[in-house]
């Protein structure tokens, strides 16, 4: 979120930022756009003009629980999967619980995500639920019981690619750089300048952090489960 000026007045307008790992395992910055919300007519935008520019197929998306972003997906690309980030699930389950109990429900949240399946995650949270129950967090175990599908989606994919795929830590890295240098500036005088800068500190982090050399994602580990499930 940044504010820009808008017909004489300031306003706060969100930078809606989409990055990916191609065919190779690289990391390639992929689009980004300005809106006025995160709502889903905003991420539709950005998604429409990912396609038009030939991203065909996307096998995966992880992000938090943007209604905007979760409703736009299946209408551009609705054979990916989606995965709901596990730091900003667990954020949301923890909102429900108080502070002299946030330690003990946060062991047991990392305690799902621990299981060697999703099918074990899932009998995991359905323990977990029933204990913060028993704890007297039932506002925070509905909220487990509602989200806990979403959140396993990556064990569909190789294991050593878990790690990178059940967080948008990756994202948020970026994010967090934007973040540090839009706040010296404080209210653009218009979104395109906003969009310049950053779009320059994404190229930035892009050219000194991510490495042509090394790989993020070694997508023959992919390629590889999927032939075992063709054949």
């Not at 930022?17 to 006025?36: K, P, S, T, W, Y």
């Not at 010296?184 to 892009?206: E, I, N, Q, T, W």
């Amino acid at each position: 979120w940044l504010k820009r000026s808008w017909g004489g007045e300031m306003e706060n307008v969100s930078v809606l930022v989409a990055i990916g790992v191609n065919e190779h395992g690289f990391r390639e910055v992929l689009g980004v756009v300005e809106g006025m919300s995160e709502s889903k007519d905003s991420w539709l935008e950005l998604l429409k003009n990912l396609y038009s520019r030939g991203l065909e197929k996307i096998d995966l998306t992880v992000s938090d629980k943007s209604k905007g972003l979760v409703e736009a997906l299946p209408e551009i690309y609705p054979a990916s999967k989606w995965q709901r980030c596990l730091f900003h699930f667990h954020r949301n389950v923890l909102a429900k619980v108080s502070h002299s109990k946030k330690a003990t429900a946060a062991a047991m949240l990392k305690a799902i995500h621990a299981q060697e399946s999703a099918e074990a995650a899932t009998r995991k949270a359905i323990e977990v639920a029933d204990a913060l129950e028993s704890m007297k967090l039932a506002a925070a175990a509905a909220v487990l019981r509602e989200g806990v599908s979403e959140s396993v989606t990556y064990y569909r994919f190789p294991r050593k690619h878990h790690r990178s795929i059940r967080t948008n830590n990756m994202l948020e890295r970026i994010m967090k750089e934007i973040r540090r240098r839009t706040r010296v500036v404080g209210c653009f005088p218009d979104g395109k300048s906003a969009l310049m800068l950053a779009c320059a500190r994404l190229r930035y982090v892009a050219s000194k952090s991510w490495s042509d050399s090394r790989v993020y994602l070694d997508m023959k580990l992919l390629a590889e489960e999927n032939e075992e499930k063709s054949a």
